[in-house]
């Protein structure tokens, strides 16, 4: 079990350029990625949000890539068009103002389009650095998930052993049920007809009952979504989907179980049980 909360972050530096990949991700109910990278390293979002993808299920996942380039690679050029378009204007300024001064050195200096400036990127060679550090980053942010999941399954399996015990005090007082119909019958029929009991109405009456208030099923049911919640939970796979919907069912027997029975212990044990479900869905939330 993973959470969806994760965080890794690497910072490396070579002869010629310094390099930070942070990874970081927060709940969401489907997997959105972010990528922030500089633009002439935009050609490889694809791949990284293929490497994403394949590890990540689900989650808001937020990467950013920021590069400083120590030793810079450089072509100057020079636009000789725009260089002979500048010596004619400053001639004719030249001559409009009647100055005997040609344009020299220092006037094109400062002129904007003399010069260009290309930087010479290999983004191969940034490649492998990107994708060597982002193999670090992806072992601590997938540890800082796991290590969140490890406490959230041992905080649902004590919520799922409250419902373990709820279900068993309901079931305990379940076998009783029946024999608690028939007293009350009894007693109603002997303050109504005094000693005149027709034990066949009895039992017609208690079945009749029992078919109304009897929580068999629901147990039945509700330990069966138990037995399944706990062999999903132990998969490797993403299961968080799968252990939400058993967790409805839980709370739909549950919810049942509430309704048909006043008995004071099965009351109690299904506000428990209702309580710890409830937590267990909070923490499904944070899971993968």
């Not at 993973?2 to 002869?15: A, C, F, L, P, V």
């Not at 590069?67 to 050029?77: C, N, R, S």
């Not at 725009?82 to 001559?95: C, D, F, H, N, P």
Request: hydrophobic content about 40%.
């Amino acid at each position: 079990m993973k959470s969806m909360t994760g965080y890794g972050w690497i910072d490396t530096q070579n002869e010629s350029v310094q390099m930070s990949v942070e990874l970081k991700s927060y709940n969401n109910r489907y997997l959105d990625i972010n990528i922030n990278l500089p633009s002439f390293m935009s050609p490889l979002e694809p791949e990284l949000r293929a490497y994403l993808k394949e590890r990540i299920v689900r989650g808001r996942v937020e990467m950013y890539i920021r590069i400083k380039e120590l030793e810079e690679d450089l072509d100057v050029i020079l636009d000789t068009s725009v260089v002979s378009a500048y010596k004619t204007a400053l001639l004719q300024i030249s001559a409009a103002a009647e100055l005997d001064e040609k344009p020299r050195l220092s006037h094109f200096l400062h002129l904007d389009g003399v010069m260009k400036i290309v930087k010479k990127r290999n983004i191969d060679k940034y490649k492998t650095i990107l994708f060597e550090n982002l193999d670090k980053v992806w072992i601590q942010y997938n540890d800082a998930r796991t290590r969140e999941g490890d406490a959230t399954w041992e905080d649902i399996m004590s919520n799922i052993d409250i419902i373990w015990k709820s279900q068993k005090i309901i079931q305990n007082r379940e076998e009783g049920l029946e024999d608690l119909i028939k007293k009350n019958i009894k007693e109603r029929f002997q303050q109504l007809i005094d000693d005149k009991i027709d034990e066949n109405r009895i039992l017609t009456e208690t079945a009749i009952l029992l078919m109304k208030y009897g929580i068999g099923e629901e147990l039945s049911r509700l330990s069966s979504h138990l037995e399944q919640f706990c062999n999903t939970l132990h998969r490797k796979q993403p299961v968080a989907k799968k252990l939400d919907f058993l967790c409805q069912e839980m709370n739909r027997e549950i919810n049942t179980i509430g309704s048909k029975s006043n008995i004071l212990e099965i009351s109690q044990a299904v506000i428990e049980a209702k309580e710890a479900v409830e937590k267990i869905r909070e923490q499904l939330r944070n899971v993968e």
